[in-house]
T-cell receptor
């Protein structure tokens, strides 16, 4: 079984400041890792994913996340945030044991970017 | 590719009534998932289909819940004798299992039980 812990329920930050959203997971099998974003009144959108290979993955809008197997973490970072980054961010894992499986989500982190 | 669609977007019902939601996945996707998201929480897995076969059900899916995907295309989720605790956002996602790893989510159906 897998579980995900997002350590911060809310993160307030000023525009153009750096931000880190923390995610830790537990699993007895190899996992795929994902960050999804949910803007107000919209559905979930995939932000980035780690499947294999390089432990640092990047999104097209400046976010990056690093898979750390020893610390079972997949923290999300952005060096300079914009007002438009205000949203709910969900970390998710999928256990890989012979096939792709359901997503297990964390409780979410609400990022609030202030001018 | 018009994305995953869900209907209705909002549903208000009285306790004890039955409700049914529909999900239309991306056409070539063979796997379909249902999740439930309550306020302040992340989505929780309910069930999934590989084509028309329902392969896994969460213990969250009580006997009052039933899901179908009769022709391996659209899916329905029915809740019988709704309770106030059923109030949540019900999300559907689809994927072309075997060729992709990204689940594509619909906008959800928000259920309010009064």
């Amino acid at each position: 079984a897998q579980s995900v812990t997002q350590l911060d329920s809310q993160v307030p930050v000023f525009e153009e400041a750096p931000v880190e959203l923390r995610c830790n997971y537990s699993s007895s099998v190899s996992v795929y890792l994902f960050w999804y974003v949910q803007y107000p009144n919209q559905g979930l959108q995939l932000l980035l994913k780690y499947l294999s290979g390089s432990t640092l993955v990047e999104s097209i809008n400046g976010f990056e996340a690093e898979f750390n197997k020893s610390q079972t973490s997949f923290h999300l970072r952005k060096p300079s945030v914009h007002i438009s980054d205000t949203a709910e961010y969900f970390c998710a894992v999928s256990g890989f044991s012979g096939g792709y499986n359901k997503l297990i989500f964390g409780a979410g982190t609400r990022l609030a970017v202030h001018p | 590719d018009t994305g995953v669609s869900q209907n209705p977007r909002h549903k208000i019902t009285k306790r004890g009534q039955n409700v049914t939601f529909r999900c239309d996945p991306i056409s070539e996707h063979n796997r379909l998932y249902w999740y439930r998201q309550t306020l302040g929480q992340g989505p929780e897995f309910l069930t999934y289909f590989q084509n028309e076969a329902q392969l896994e059900k969460s213990r969250l899916l009580s006997d009052r819940f039933s899901a179908e995907r009769p022709k391996g295309s659209f899916s329905t989720l029915e809740i019988q004798r709704t309770e106030q605790g059923d109030s949540a956002m019900y999300l559907c996602a689809s994927i072309d299992a075997g060729t992709d790893y990204e689940q594509y989510f619909g906008p959800g159906t928000r259920l309010t039980v009064t």
